[in-house]
């Protein structure tokens, strides 16, 4: 039978729990152990369960299930089903509107998908009655149909189309035919697996597949797990067909060092969740909000994960301090709603916008009399713990590292924020707003010498200005020096003197 995995569950007779291996003298005695077994398995339990299809495509979904299958960003995704939409060459539209929360499908699709059910898998696919879905998303209008092909029997096979529109379109039609397809059945499956003398034992879960049903065409994918946080009861891994008294070979033996991590940050597939939970955005407006993230600079994308980046964190602050009641994520929720209510006749836009401007005009009136230092200081205290973090020699965090008598500070110039010393002009020390090695970007704290200019034998200097870190090198015969900044994303920690001297040459 083809491998599987299986967990350590006794060593030297003692039961073993998630956190008893805590050396790794002691990882290695096990697996020592495990090397030198033979093992049996000598217990097979099963439990049958049943797992329905998911509900055809709604927006939110769509840019969900597109980011985690195809790499495509939200805006990606819209841009290519309002191509599928609007249809190709002479085909006409190949899909329905593609901003929708409703899971609805046409009694005429339904018709047509259990057709070629029937067809492509043979009557067992096919369920007795049709399956109908409804959203659960918040403030859903249901307004359209699912997002779903507008003929069903148009394989994505036999459409010749460009690539992103072909793999959109496919995942589409995969998607709405599995949600009217027969339920899978599984066995929830535990083996127990040991050697002779009961000393090592192992366990394997996971689910064994009686009838594939819809996941014969389709199964939806899953965002990433917290490390360390797996589920000995995780419907996604596959067993195979196990018998009691066979024989389990060792065919490979995995160690694995667990730390305790925040939750993972969020990817496009996971913010739009998010933020469908709550009640924020419309299928209209998710891909524009994180395109809107992106085109500001307030995050960077790193591994298809949202990181904040300085003038995020910035903005971020300063509204929450000085007009926290509109960015709290009940007060968008419910504007939402009331936005909806306009749009249906409902309530008078005028109403709306009265009762939003009498409390939001107030709060700008008072922010704009605040003298700047008064927002410096609340910005120094709210983001305190990413731009002056704490010291392992217990110093002062804010002591300035050049004259060691003034304070760093926030602030602002018409390039930005940046740090600087609390005793300018007399002292001219300045970086970005991260501190060195932060979280989230920033740069090396001071400057250095990279090396020398093998053409001039002059040095070559990383400095940081208050504009960010740049590279610096005296020309012969010149009377200033040259500069170069470094470009988005590079690291001053990490910069080599060859790096340096290309960006000198530009």
Request: hydrophobic content about 35%; glycine content about 8%.
């Amino acid at each position: 039978s083809p491998p599987f995995t299986a967990r350590l569950v006794k060593h030297a007779g003692k039961r073993v729990q998630r956190l008893d291996i805590i050396s790794e003298a002691m990882a290695t005695a096990a697996r020592d152990a495990i090397n030198a077994g033979t093992f049996t398995i000598n217990s097979v339990e099963k439990k049958p369960v049943k797992r329905a299809p998911s509900p055809p495509f709604m927006t939110s979904t769509l840019q969900q299930e597109a980011s985690r299958k195809l790499g495509f960003t939200a805006q990606r995704t819209m841009q290519a089903a309002q191509k599928l939409y609007e249809g190709v060459d002479d085909q006409g539209g190949l899909i329905t509107y593609m901003r929708t929360d409703g899971l609805f499908v046409s009694p005429e699709g339904i018709a047509q998908a259990r057709e070629v059910i029937g067809q492509r898998f043979g009557p067992a696919y096919v369920p007795e009655q049709p399956r109908y879905y409804k959203t659960k998303a918040k403030n859903a209008q249901e307004a359209h149909e699912a997002i779903r092909p507008t003929n069903m029997a148009r394989a994505p096979e036999t459409l010749r189309l460009d690539s992103d529109l072909q793999r959109l379109y496919e995942l589409i039609w995969k998607r709405t035919i599995a949600s009217q397809m027969e339920s899978a059945k599984l066995d929830r499956t535990t083996v127990e697996i040991e050697e002779p003398t009961g000393q090592t034992a192992l366990r394997a879960t996971g689910q064994v597949v009686a009838f594939d049903g819809f996941m014969a065409v389709y199964e939806e994918g899953r965002d990433e797990k917290q490390k360390g946080a797996e589920d000995d009861e995780d419907d996604t891994t596959r067993l195979p067909s196990l018998k009691e008294g066979s024989t389990a070979k060792v065919e490979a033996i995995r160690t694995d060092q667990h730390f305790t991590e925040p939750p993972p940050r969020f990817s496009e597939a996971t913010l739009v969740k998010k933020l469908e939970e709550l009640g924020i955005g419309r299928p209209s407006t998710y891909a524009s909000i994180l395109t809107t993230l992106r085109d500001r600079e307030y995050v960077r994308m790193d591994k298809n994960r949202f990181y904040p980046e300085d003038k995020g964190r910035l903005v971020t602050a300063f509204l929450e301090q000085f007009f926290r009641k509109w960015v709290e994520y009940d007060f968008t929720a419910a504007l939402e709603t009331r936005l909806d209510e306009v749009s249906a006749g409902e309530l008078n836009w005028k109403v709306l916008l009265r009762d939003f401007w009498t409390d939001f005009h107030a709060a700008t009136s008072a922010a704009g009399e605040l003298r700047t230092t008064a927002i410096l200081d609340a910005l120094n205290e709210s983001l305190g713990a990413h731009i002056f973090p704490q010291k392992e020699d217990g110093s002062d965090p804010r002591e300035c590292p050049l004259c060691h008598q003034g304070q760093l500070s926030l602030k602002t110039s018409r390039f930005g924020a940046f740090v600087g010393c609390s005793r300018y002009p007399d002292c001219k020390y300045t970086r970005p707003v991260a501190a060195p090695d932060a979280e989230g970007g920033g740069a090396d704290g001071g400057d250095r010498t990279l090396g020398n200019d093998p053409a001039t034998g002059q040095p070559v200097e990383l400095k940081i200005g208050r504009f960010g870190p740049y590279v610096e090198t005296m020309p012969l015969d010149a009377d200033k020096p040259k500069r170069s900044s470094l470009p988005k994303g590079w690291s001053p920690a990490s910069l080599e003197l060859e790096q340096a001297l290309r960006l000198l040459a530009l």
